[in-house]
Nanobody, 116 residues
Framework: QVQLVESGGGFVQPGGSLRLACVAS????????MTWVRQAPGKGLEWVSS????????VYLDSLKGRFTISRDNAKNTLYLEMNNLTTDDTAFYFC?????????RGRGTQVIVSS
């Protein structure tokens, strides 16, 4: 079955950076578009970014453009999210999903806390 395991979250001060990873198994990762979504405390799921199956195309939530970068390594079945210049508004659980521009969360996610 589809398994998605997120990692790389943690505690970071405003202005800091983190790199999230999502290891996929149970499906053909190389032919699947992938997505990151997040859920801030007390809020619903928010779409963050999506990447095409070969990595040639990506889209972002407008407010995150220039700070977040999505990428993938199909040889390692791994999806990444590079997050820079983090703000307190980025505090959330981050999830990866096997879809394009969707809002769904199957895994446990990885928690990002941005605080001074």
């Amino acid at each position: 079955q589809v398994q998605l395991v997120e990692s790389g979250g943690g505690f970071v001060q405003p202005g800091g950076s983190l790199r999230l990873a999502c290891v996929a198994s149970g499906f053909n990762f190389g032919i699947s578009a992938m997505t990151w979504v997040r859920q801030a405390p007390g809020k619903g799921l928010e779409w963050v970014s999506s990447i095409s199956r070969d990595g040639s195309g990506s889209v972002y939530l407008d407010s995150l453009k220039g700070r977040f970068t999505i990428s993938r390594d199909n040889a390692k079945n791994t999806l990444y999210l590079e997050m820079n210049n983090l703000t307190t508004d980025d505090t959330a659980f981050y999830f990866c999903a096997k879809c394009w521009r969707c809002t769904e969360a199957r895994g446990r996610g990885t928690q990002v806390i941005v605080s001074s």
